[in-house]
C-alpha cells in the first residue's frame, strides 16, 4: 500500500505536468494523477501474471521433454518439479485471481514472450533451482519459498526486468521498490489456506492517507500562485521564471503542505521534500531548497500561518 513518500512524489508528479503545461486541462491531469495512484496495483498484477506465464514455461518444457523420442533431454528440462510448484499452478488455477489478471490489458506475453524464456533459462541455470530440485520436499511452503527466492534474486535485479517494467508505464519505475516490497510480503505470507484472501491489497492503509492524498493534490493547485509569490521573495537573486520547474514545484508543494495540514510536523514535511529533491532534482538542489523553505518556515511563523498540533514545530 501507498505510504506518505510515495503519495507526496505521485503529487509532485503531477504538479509538475500541470505547471509545464500552464494548468492547461486539469481535469485531465487529476485524471492522471489517479491513475498514476493505481499503477502501483497494476505493476503488482504484472509481477504475478509474469511468474504465472514462467510456470506455463516450464510446463510447456516438460511436456516437450516427455515426448522425446531420443530421451536426451537435459534433466533441467525433464523434471516435473517446477512444472508442479504447487503454489503457482494454485495461482494459475484459481478462477477470481486469473479473472482479475486478465481484465488488465498492461501486457500481452504473446508479444513478449522473450522475457518470459530469458527468465526461465535464468531460472533454471541457477543455484537456487539447483538446491530446489535437490530438495525432497513437497510442500505448498518449499514451492512458495522457491518462487519467493526466484522473484527477489533474479527477477527484481535484473535489468532486462526493469526494462520491460519501464517500457510498459512510465509511473513504474518509481513504483518498482514499493510494488517489489508488496509481492514479497505477500508470498512470504502465504499459505494454502490464506493465499487467495491475501491476494488483494488496498491502495491506502486506512481513510486518513486517501484524504491526505486528495486534499494535497487539490491544495497544490489552488495554492500554486499565492506559494510563488512566496518563493519569490526569498528566492535571493533568482528570478522564479528561472528556476529549474521541478525545484519549484517541490518548494511549492512544501509550502502547501506546511501551511494546511496541521497535523504533519514542520520537520518531516522539510525532510520528506528534500529528499525527494535529491532523487528528482540536481545535486545542489536540496541545499537551495532547505535554504528556501527554512526562510518560509520563519516567514509563515511570523504572520501566524503555521498552527500545528502539539508541541515543538520541529519535533
Known amino acids: 500500500m501507498l505510504n506518505r513518500r510515495h503519495i507526496r512524489l505521485k503529487i509532485m508528479q503531477y504538479l509538475y505536468a500541470a505547471e509545464i503545461s500552464d494548468f492547461e486541462d486539469?481535469?485531465?491531469?487529476?485524471?492522471?494523477?489517479?491513475?498514476?495512484?493505481?499503477?502501483?496495483?497494476y505493476l503488482y498484477l504484472l509481477q504475478i501474471s509474469f511468474l504465472?506465464?514462467?510456470?506455463?514455461k516450464a510446463r510447456d518444457k516438460y511436456n516437450i521433454s516427455q515426448q522425446s523420442v531420443t530421451g536426451n533431454i537435459n534433466n533441467r528440462y525433464s523434471n516435473k518439479k517446477f512444472s508442479e510448484n504447487i503454489f503457482l499452478n494454485d495461482l494459475a488455477s484459481n478462477f477470481k485471481i486469473v479473472e482479475l489478471l486478465n481484465s488488465n490489458d498492461?501486457?500481452?506475453?504473446?508479444?513478449?514472450?522473450?522475457?518470459?524464456n530469458i527468465f526461465y533459462?535464468?531460472?533454471?541455470n541457477s543455484e537456487i533451482y539447483d538446491s530446489y530440485m535437490e530438495s525432497k520436499i513437497n510442500s505448498f511452503k518449499e514451492d512458495v519459498k522457491f518462487v519467493y527466492d526466484i522473484f527477489k534474486n533474479l527477477i527484481?535485479?535484473?535489468?532486462?526486468?526493469?526494462?520491460?517494467?519501464?517500457?510498459?508505464?512510465?509511473?513504474?519505475?518509481?513504483?518498482?521498490?514499493?510494488?517489489?516490497?508488496?509481492?514479497?510480503?505477500?508470498?512470504?505470507?502465504?499459505?494454502?489456506?490464506?493465499?487467495e484472501k491475501t491476494f488483494h491489497f488496498s491502495l491506502f492503509s486506512n481513510k486518513s492517507d486517501e484524504k491526505y492524498?486528495?486534499?494535497?493534490?487539490?491544495?497544490?493547485?489552488?495554492?500554486?500562485?499565492?506559494?510563488?509569490?512566496?518563493?519569490?521573495?526569498?528566492?535571493?537573486?533568482?528570478?522564479?521564471?528561472?528556476?529549474?520547474?521541478v525545484d519549484l514545484v517541490i518548494i511549492n508543494l512544501a509550502i502547501s503542505e506546511l501551511k494546511e495540514f496541521s497535523d504533519i510536523p514542520v520537520k518531516v514535511t522539510l525532510n520528506e521534500y528534500i529528499e525527494i529533491s535529491?532523487?528528482?532534482?540536481?545535486?545542489?538542489?536540496?541545499?537551495?531548497i532547505n535554504g528556501i523553505l527554512d526562510?518560509?518556515?520563519?516567514?509563515?511563523?511570523?504572520?501566524?500561518?503555521?498552527?500545528k498540533q502539539g508541541r515543538g514545530l520541529r519535533e
Open 52 to 56: 504465472i506465464e514462467i510456470l506455463k
Open 121 to 124: 533459462d535464468k531460472i533454471i
Open 156 to 195: 527484481v535485479t535484473d535489468e532486462k526486468f526493469q526494462t520491460l517494467i519501464e517500457e510498459k508505464n512510465i509511473y513504474w519505475m518509481d513504483d518498482f521498490p514499493l510494488a517489489n516490497t508488496l509481492l514479497l510480503k505477500y508470498l512470504k505470507n502465504s499459505t494454502r489456506d490464506n493465499y
Open 26 to 41: 486539469t481535469k485531465e491531469h487529476n485524471k492522471n494523477l489517479k491513475n498514476s495512484i493505481h499503477s502501483i496495483h
Open 278 to 288: 535529491k532523487d528528482y532534482s540536481t545535486d545542489k538542489s536540496s541545499f537551495f
Open 106 to 116: 498492461f501486457v500481452d506475453w504473446e508479444i513478449d514472450y522473450k522475457y518470459v
Open 213 to 245: 492524498a486528495d486534499d494535497l493534490a487539490n491544495l497544490s493547485l489552488l495554492n500554486f500562485e499565492p506559494n510563488n509569490e512566496l518563493i519569490n521573495k526569498y528566492a535571493a537573486n533568482w528570478d522564479i521564471e528561472r528556476l529549474a520547474k
Open 295 to 307: 526562510k518560509v518556515v520563519k516567514d509563515l511563523l511570523k504572520n501566524n500561518s503555521l498552527i
